[in-house]
């Protein structure tokens, strides 16, 4: 172990390890050097009082259900998220997801774990099923960002998970363009469950890691209810507001 250690300090004196976030040095040895302090203290986490259906935080006062969910069918029993979509948590979730810098997800499953036991003392939780891509955008970006995240969260708490239970049968345009009722129109249809057996009569956590208006883990858990699942809860990592 100790020409390891050696090695390992030498090397950080010739490539100074970085914060794969800010770019800055780091400051700290352990989980820091993941990201750097300055970094994980920027996340703005979620506390109640929330919505009960979709967790969006209040200000203050009681909890209660909002006009969205007062308005809008919801297929998931409940929604938890992390933090807010925004500065630090942004940047990290941009860069496991879209520059592919996989030692995040033990950042985003350090922020998912506690979350996850809270949801289970809440409900029953059977299976994790990650939400798909299609697959002419799985073969671009060459990885499901949500199905990493499920991997680590199985690893740390024992849940299966099932990976192919759930399908993206058509492909869309990117969500992230479209109004809120057009998100909704665009995904009708869009997700179908390929293997029933892997998630009748159980409880699902469906996982992704942004919620924005919740079309798409709605329409995942419409088909998911469909096929045969007891009751659907959804966890992600970030809400953007």
Request: net charge positive; glycine share 6%.
């Amino acid at each position: 172990m100790w020409p390891a250690r050696t090695l390992h300090r030498f090397l950080d004196l010739i490539f100074p390890p970085v914060c794969p976030v800010c770019q800055s040095l780091f400051d700290g040895q352990g989980k820091d050097r993941v990201i750097c302090t300055a970094c994980r203290k920027a996340i703005r986490f979620v506390h109640p009082p929330l919505c009960p259906r979709c967790g969006l935080p209040y200000p203050g006062g009681k909890a209660h259900l909002c006009a969205a969910c007062l308005k809008e069918r919801r297929y998931f029993a409940l929604h938890r998220t992390c933090a807010l979509y925004e500065g630090t948590l942004r940047e990290a979730i941009h860069r496991f997801k879209y520059q592919g810098v996989f030692p995040l997800k033990q950042v985003l499953g350090d922020l998912l774990e506690p979350v996850l036991k809270g949801m289970r003392r809440e409900l029953r939780v059977d299976v994790l099923v990650p939400v798909p891509l299609h697959i002419r955008r799985l073969r671009e970006r060459g990885f499901n960002q949500a199905l990493l995240l499920v991997k680590e969260l199985s690893r740390r708490t024992g849940i299966p998970y099932q990976e192919r239970a759930l399908a993206k049968i058509k492909e869309t345009p990117v969500q992230i363009s479209l109004k809120k009722r057009e998100r909704a129109k665009n995904l009708k249809g869009v997700f179908q469950v390929k293997d029933e057996e892997a998630i009748k009569g159980k409880g699902v956590v469906l996982v992704d890691d942004v919620y924005t208006t919740g079309a798409t883990v709605n329409e995942c858990s419409r088909a998911l209810l469909k096929a045969g699942a007891k009751q659907v809860a959804v966890l992600t990592v970030a809400r953007a507001l």
